[in-house]
Structures are given as C-alpha cells and as structure tokens.
C-alpha cells in the first residue's frame, strides 16, 4: 500500500445528503496529507485544477499537492491575492483561463484551497467552465470549514453588490483539514466565529449556550473547536438538504446579511471589514432591530451583543473604521438583497436566542428608521 493510501480515522464525517449530488464532509487533522488519496478514490488520474490565494499558497500549496502527485493526480495551480476583491469580474476571468491554459477537461476537477474567497471563485469557476467540472473544497479559514465550503452557493460580486453574480454547483467532496488553522490570522479566525454563533443563534440556544461557555477553548484548539467545526457543519448539510436552493428555510442561514452585505459594500468589499465581521455587527443588529419590533426581548439582543464582543467581534456600524454610505445608501444596497422579492424586504429577524424565522414584508421605513439610529449611536 502506498503511503498516500494510508488514510487516518480521528476525522469526522458527515454526508452532505442531496440525491446524486450527495457528497462528504470530512473534518479533522492532517487532512491536506490525505487528499490524494481521498480524492483519487473518487477520480482516479484527474488533472486537479487548484485555485487558491497567495497566503494560503506560501504556508499550504507544496504539501497538497505532493499529496495529489503521489496519488498519481496532475496538479496545476492558479494564484490569486488575498482578499474580498479577488471575488470579482476581473479575477474570475483570470481563473477561468488559467484552467482552461491547464487544460482541465469535463472529467477532471477544479479545487479551491483556501477561504471563502477562493472557495466562492473556484466554485464559480468550476460552474463555468465548459458548463460544468466538479469541484472539490479544501477550506483553511474557520469561515470556510464551517459555512462556505458546505451548500454549493458559488459567486462573486458586483457594483451592485454582494455576490450578485454566481451559481448553486455542489462540491463533490469537502476536505477540512483542522491544523491549517494554525497559520490563520486571529483576526479571520474570530471572522469565521461569526458563522459559528449565527448558526446557533438561528435555532440552536443549547448550542449558543455552550459556546458562552466554552469559546475560548474554540479559539484555543483542540476537541472543542472540532466540536464547533462539526456541529456547525452538520446544522447547514441538514439546511442544505432540505432547501437546496432557498426556496424557503435555507434563507434562515442568512441571518445577519441582509444588514451586513449592504456595511460590506457600503466599505467597498475592502479590509476595512470582513465578510465574518460585517455578519456579527448584522447578527446584533438583526437582534436589536427585532427587539425594536416587539418580537424579541432587549435582553436577548444584549445577551447576544455582549457574546460577540467577549471574543473581540465588532457589534455597531461605530466599530468600522471610516466613512460608509448614509442610510438611503445603506437602503439601496438592501434593495439588491437576493431575498428580495417583487420589491419587498425580507429579513431574517428572531423572537429570541435560538428562535429565528423569515420574515417578509418587511416595513422599509421601520428599517430605514432602524437605521438611524445605528448610524447615530456611538
Ligand atoms: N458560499 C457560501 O456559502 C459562503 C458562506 C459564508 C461566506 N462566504 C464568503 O466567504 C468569504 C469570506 O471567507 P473567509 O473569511 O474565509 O475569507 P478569505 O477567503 O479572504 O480568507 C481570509 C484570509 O485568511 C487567509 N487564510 C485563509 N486560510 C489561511 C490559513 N490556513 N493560514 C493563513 N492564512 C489563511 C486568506 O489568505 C485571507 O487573507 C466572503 O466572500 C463570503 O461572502 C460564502
Ligand atoms: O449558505 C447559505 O445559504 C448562506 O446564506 C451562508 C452565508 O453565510 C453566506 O455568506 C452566503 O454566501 C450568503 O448567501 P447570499 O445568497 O446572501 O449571497
Ligand atoms: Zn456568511
């Protein structure tokens, strides 16, 4: 048996169960070493067209795709710089080609190591080119291991907005290999828990509970940031499942961004603010404009609040640096929500910790108003 076979049995695995686009989640250490192996088994001899960004190449590149070598796969990669502007027309041009130059045909696959970036553009990618490769994610950010790299949402975005441009194209595997979290920035690392405490915030208050208590040893490591990995996981392929489209309930995993993809490109999809940032200031906004409306308790919303800032996440539209559109520039850009329908507002709002639910119809003077006092507040 080759050393690349040798697969290890700490990981975790949760199938992802969509018909014949079901596919496996696996979650655990040494993951990257193991890819070829696991993903020979599936394409046995597939050039694998690899899109990832320049952190993760220095620190990741070299050891993934020794492991696709000695699995008896072809690897080429595309590299593209860091950052929420590589999710653009022009860099997706840019990938599209360099795949094509690589000359990854119908039967071999695209894969996206890296963030939510690159897993957002690859997938796209993939979706594409001559109408459809399959796509393996190898997610490095929590972001990634715990929400971008499950559900098949691919895309990037435009002048109008956030990722206005896109496709639903399934991954056929996703490989999250826990100790590449190690090189991650604290800073994208809290980014990534964002997605984390949204997820239990939508129906999970055990879940949110639990990481009151227990967060600082999800950012310590170890079998308790497994343990998020994992559940987080496994709440969104149950999601996924069931409304792979969103047509109803998958919307309820966008809690959070309505507000916050309009703060993103209100910043100019700049670091000034990260997706995971822009998510926790719209999570507690989601929760306060909600508790404005009677439906859920002022407590809630500061239980809420208070949780996010513990870990150092921004809260309030203060907490971003610089200037930002006023709130009928806030309000255009909510206009453009995906959610959005026939005109009308629909935001994901909640009658308390655990118990969030889709709410149409929204009244946009109620959140223009909102929104005044948000940029008011300090
Ligand atoms: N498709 C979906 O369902 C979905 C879900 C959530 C978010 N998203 C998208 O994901 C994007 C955000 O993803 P993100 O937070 O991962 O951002 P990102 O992809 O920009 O990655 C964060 C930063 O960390 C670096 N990095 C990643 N892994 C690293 C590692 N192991 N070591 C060192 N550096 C590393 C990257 O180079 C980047 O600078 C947004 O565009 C958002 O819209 C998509
Ligand atoms: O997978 C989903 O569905 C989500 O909504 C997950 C979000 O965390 C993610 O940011 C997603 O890309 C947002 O989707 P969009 O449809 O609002 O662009
Ligand atoms: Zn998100």
Redesign the pocket.
């Known amino acids: 048996m080759s050393e690349a076979a040798i697969l290890s049995n700490d990981v975790t695995t949760l199938p992802v169960q969509l018909g014949e686009r079901s596919y496996d989640i696996v979650i655990g250490p040494r993951l990257l070493a193991e890819a070829g192996a696991r993903i020979a088994a599936l394409r046995p001899g597939a050039r694998v067209g690899i899109v990832t960004?320049r952190?993760?190449a220095e620190?990741?590149l070299a050891t993934l795709e020794d492991s696709l070598r000695s699995a008896g796969l072809t690897p080429s990669a595309v590299v593209v710089e860091?950052?929420?502007k590589s999710?653009s027309y022009g860099v997706f041009e840019q990938v599209v080609d360099a795949l094509l130059e690589s000359r990854i045909e119908r039967r071999d696959l695209v894969l996206a190591l890296?963030?939510?970036?690159?897993?957002?553009l690859a997938g796209f990618a993939a979706a594409s080119l001559r109408r459809g490769v399959d796509f393996v994610q190898v997610p490095?950010?929590l972001?990634?291991q715990v929400?971008?790299s499950v559900?098949g949402?691919?895309g990037i975005n435009s002048r109008h907005g956030?990722?206005l441009v896109g496709a639903f194209h399934q991954p056929i595997l996703v490989l999250a290999d826990t100790d590449?979290?190690g090189?991650?920035?604290l800073r994208?690392f809290r980014?990534?828990y964002a997605?984390v405490a949204k997820c239990a915030l939508i129906d999970n208050a055990p879940f949110f509970a639990w990481l009151e208590r227990r967060w600082q040893d999800v950012f310590g490591g170890g079998p308790a940031r497994i343990e998020a990995i994992a559940s987080s996981c496994a709440a969104k392929a149950a999601v996924v499942a069931r409304d792979e489209k969103e047509t109803g309930d998958r919307a309820l995993l966008n809690l959070g961004h309505t507000f916050g993809h309009a703060l993103e490109a209100g910043a100019g999809f700049s670091s000034r603010l990260?997706?995971?940032e822009a998510v926790a200031i719209g999570t507690a906004q989601a929760f306060r404009f909600s508790a404005s409306q009677g439906l859920c308790s002022a407590e809630d919303a500061e239980r809420v609040a208070r949780h996010l800032k513990s870990v150092g996440l921004p809260t309030r539209i203060a907490d971003i640096p610089g200037a930002l559109p006023d709130t009928d520039g806030l309000m255009d850009l909510i206009a453009q929500d995906k959610k959005v329908s026939r005109g009308s507002l629909t935001f994901i709002l909640t009658h308390g910790i655990g118990r969030c639910f889709i709410a149409r119809d929204v009244d946009p003077a109620a959140v223009r108003a909102f929104l005044d006092r948000e940029r008011a507040a300090g």
């Open positions: 960004d952190n993760v620190r990741h860091p950052g929420e999710k890296g963030g939510g970036v690159v897993g957002d490095t950010s972001l990634a929400d971008s559900g949402k691919t956030k990722n590449v979290l090189t991650l920035p994208e980014a990534g997605e990260l997706h995971g």
